[in-house]
């Protein structure tokens, strides 16, 4: 069996995919339904692969791969506040057209999980000292460690858009569109306390710095390393992204249910922030696709099969 095409086209796929959704930068902590898989299925915890798209790639005019990408640190500025992230995964279903385009397919609770984070200063730094009465009263209470610190959590708002297959193999062009707004949570601040919505959320168009080493195996349906795998993996590890291009909302819905916290927050971190006044950076991005080999050969059913064979690697 000649896989070359195969290779070429997985390279290009995960090379403008996967190092651009190692891009993204997380400030908090979510949660989803995960799952534990064996061998070269390890690090597709999240893959969407019983979603109707992905069930219904034939192989030929659409085919079904899942991308994973994670990166152990990295930061993000919003406005004058910067936040050391920590770990990250952003796990998708990418159906490839044959017309050359791609069609995203994102896990059913969001395709962004990350380590929690805490913002520096806490609330006192986020909006003390004040010359708003109320917030002054709040200011004055803040000496308690608990009350004063923010958690703060990505939290994805929709599915991401405009993938550019073309920008992955170059540096300095925007990959994907990643639609996020940001949590914070802190007893004074309330449930609803968020920077973007996800009307006006804020759009990481994530670019490569540098590229990645490339790795490739093959395995069998179960994860089974196999050199007459049906499957193939992708490795792209060690890449550094970066988006200095996105804007950010003010925040909104914070505390006291008048507006009076969010005018302090946005004062002090100088929110709304136009783009070029923000910047993302996530270091060491490892990422991962898989495929089928063959996909057209057992065509109209890849997506079927690429679903049965991630299930039975389930542990």
Known sequence: MNRFPLRARLATTVTALGTALGAFASMGTATAATAQLSGEWAPFTRCPVDAP???????????????????????????????????TDLQLGIVQNSDGTSTVVAPPAGAIIADSASVPGGLLGLMCPSGIPAITAICEQLTNSTLNKITATVESVGT???????AGVVTGLPIVALPVRIHLENPFLGANCYIGTRTDPIVLRPKNLTYPEFGLSFFKGDGTLADDGEMSRISLTGAAQNDSDFAVPGAAGCGLGVGLIDAAVNLKTG?????????????????????????????????????????????
């Open 160 to 166: 991401p858009s405009d993938f550019d297959q073309s």
């Open 53 to 87: 798209l992905m069930l219904g790639a034939d192989g030929l005019a659409r085919t079904p791969q899942c991308v994973v990408s994670s990166s152990p640190n990295g930061s993000i500025t919003l406005g004058n506040t910067t936040v050391v992230t920590g770990r």
């Open 271 to 315: 929110l709304p922030s136009a783009a070029g006044r923000n910047s993302l950076t996530l270091n060491d991005t490892r990422t991962y696709l898989t495929g089928l080999t063959a996909p057209g050969t057992v065509a109209p059913d890849a997506g079927k099969i690429l679903a049965r064979n991630w299930n039975s690697a389930v542990k």
